[in-house]
């Protein structure tokens, strides 16, 4: 560490924060943690602040972009609907089990950017299926999790494509330190202070039971009707094993279900969306029913489209979520290309799953039952940012009633 | 890969060999690939060189060891009876689906030297029994597999502690390269006359048909009754998959399975033992009836203990082998501190499990038969090196007719 451009201090309470605020990690509990091997770094900071406090076992699962560019380029076309399963279903038993979910990310963005889109998508959507059985785990919060992450060194360079690795490492790293609220000296206070803020606009939020939200800007008219007993959530969460956790390392966010039968109008992002290692930007979509009827982009339609077409569930909404014009993200200036960061600088929507821990009672629901409260199904959960300094929110209860929710992109 | 001292193009061969000698991967067949994270170089290697074979998915699963260490000095002393035994599950089902396997040893032989043999013991126990259904698949020869070496710098400044690190590294390197064989212009082809070498001394042992063998140098009397129907292996060797691979890169051993209950005399190591990062040295066992009746060793006395008593098949033999004392890692004059090269030195016996394919249809027995014909069943199977200049062996048939087989370390 004696050459990085990362300061060691702070990366240690970004591994005190992760595992204390962000997953609230047991003594006991088992840590199950994903990571690109560049964040070899932070994953050992992890490990050592895990056992401190009191894991039973802490496995790292290293990936390598070396390796996974490897297969792209040498592997037989025959090869790429297949993920490894057995690794997933591996992974579901220690959640089964009890274990606690840390994802790093932190790899470059755009890592699959030069590769054939056709491969992209269907290792994706192997990946997704393959995965499901442990997903679910996370998106019904079964367990507790979070995702934070590390200024890797090619994502830097995405960021800061003029700049000296060095330089750009150190910039992103002072990003994540700062959005993280670990350039603090108590880092766990003001993750308290910021977890009751996002709680008082959600009880606000959930006081109102809004039938339906109306997003206006430029380029969009969208109405995007919200789930049958709906809930509102941000910030620090229970999961069904009773631990209070912070599934992002940052957050800004309150979110809850769009019924997927009733979004209609049209939308256009205002970020663009780094998916899989490819760029989508300037996405315009139009919606009727719930359902996407038309989709376009300036860069990306193609890979916009498959991802769409991924399964019935991949053209309707699974999230939508408010984040002010004056969140310390957006207020950066800066694009990460990354949706743990992006999604908190703006209002965002997401194609695909909806959480059911946005519905009241949410962990009591059958999936049948979440569908006919409107709440949607699906391989994919992709956010793409919505929300600008010209963002006007309307809340519309049942009876019609219009309450100012933001006023050019602020809470009204 | 610029500063390394590894020459890139032998890495490459050792890549290439690794995939194509040692594990014979099969168009369309799937690879789990164990290795510490420092190995990455040659994961890289062997992730292309596997794709370009075929291979229809890559999967490394990397360690690290300072987070190995985090846990030996950090996690609750409760803690220590825990292993992922949902990772390895996951391996038995890829297994099972018909993955090949390949290990990549290259760690710090003496990691855990300075931690405590209980927890050493207590983890390795745990990390055994866990591992057992995968391993089954790996012994009873289910699967082809190999293991190869990567020169770890760790590694390298214990066997050169006097050198600095990049020339450490760099004749550690070229140990493993000559002694893998990929320093010749057409490693393949040195590989396929080695096997023919290999399998002209299995032909001659497995027509001798000895009951036992005679182990005789300074401080060794011992008799090592082999099992009934026993077979001698080495080299190439096919799998129940059909698939035939070299299970070690590099090899130099023919061996087979001795008698359970037939192992009778004294025996002192010749080579100290590297066991799960801790010394085990001047080794002094007496065996009766095949069982240990009194174990001794100058270093690591209480680790050799913890070992025999992992269970009622570690105090007996599962494995014999023969290497002459010119075997050229032997020659080398290196102590590499890992099984791998050392067993390959001299001539070895092994505690704990055998191999169910060093029997007459061994795929075809089932574990009550293998028992009945002799072969012992352990949790653990750990080399340790009998043989030297001054070794004698020899072959006693069923009549109590004696037969030379090694006359001062070479074969008679």
Not at 103 to 116: H, K, R, Y
Not at 146 to 174: H, N, V, Y
Not at 271 to 283: R, Y
């Amino acid at each position: 560490m004696t050459d990085s451009p990362i300061d060691p201090t702070l990366l240690e309470r970004l591994a005190e924060v992760s595992v204390r605020t962000g997953l609230n990690l047991q003594p006991g509990q088992e840590l199950v943690l994903t990571a690109p091997v560049t964040a070899l770094p932070l994953v050992r900071a992890i490990t050592r602040a895990a056992y401190a406090a009191g894991a039973s076992l802490v496995t790292p699962l290293l990936t390598d972009s070396e390796v996974t560019l490897a297969r792209f380029e040498t592997a037989g076309d025959e090869t790429f609907d297949l993920a490894p399963g057995w690794l997933y279903s591996g992974m579901a038993e220690a959640f089964d089990r009890g274990a606690a979910r840390m994802a790093i990310v932190g790899e470059d963005p755009m890592l699959l950017s030069e590769q054939d889109p056709a491969k992209v998508s269907r290792v994706g959507k192997a990946t997704s299926t393959a995965y499901k059985p442990a997903l679910e785990k996370i998106s019904t919060f079964e367990i507790n999790w979070t995702i934070c992450a590390w200024p890797g060194e090619s994502w830097a360079a995405r960021m800061f494509p003029d700049l000296p690795t060095g330089d750009a490492q150190a910039k992103l790293a002072d990003a994540i330190f700062s959005a993280s609220r670990v350039n603090t000296d108590d880092p766990v206070a003001a993750w308290d202070e910021h977890n009751a803020t996002l709680r008082a606009r959600t009880r606000w939020l959930n006081e109102q039971r809004f039938s339906a939200l109306h997003f206006r800007s430029p380029g969009t008219d969208l109405t995007v009707g919200l789930a049958d007993d709906h809930e509102w959530h941000g910030g620090a969460s229970e999961a069904q094993n009773g631990v209070v956790c912070n599934p992002n390392i940052p957050t800004e966010e309150v979110f809850t279900t769009p019924h997927a039968q009733r979004v209609d109008g049209t939308v256009c992002s205002t970020k663009p969306l780094s998916h899989q290692g490819s760029l989508i930007d300037g996405i315009e979509v139009t919606f009727k029913d719930g359902r996407i009827v038309e989709a376009k982009a300036d860069k990306g339609g193609d890979i916009l489209r498959e991802l769409i077409a991924t399964d019935e569930g991949a053209a309707r909404l699974g999230e939508v979520a408010l984040v002010p014009h004056s969140s310390p993200i957006s207020q950066s200036g800066l694009l990460f290309y990354n949706t743990l960061f992006d999604e908190n600088a703006a209002c965002h929507i997401a194609l695909g799953q909806c959480y059911s821990k946005c519905f009241l009672d949410g962990a009591s629901l059958t999936a049948e039952q979440i569908a006919e409260k409107g709440g949607n199904s699906s391989l994919i959960h992709v956010d793409w940012m919505i929300g600008g300094a010209e963002t006007d929110i309307d809340g519309i209860t049942a009876d019609g009633t219009r309450v100012p929710v933001f006023r050019a992109g602020e809470w009204a």
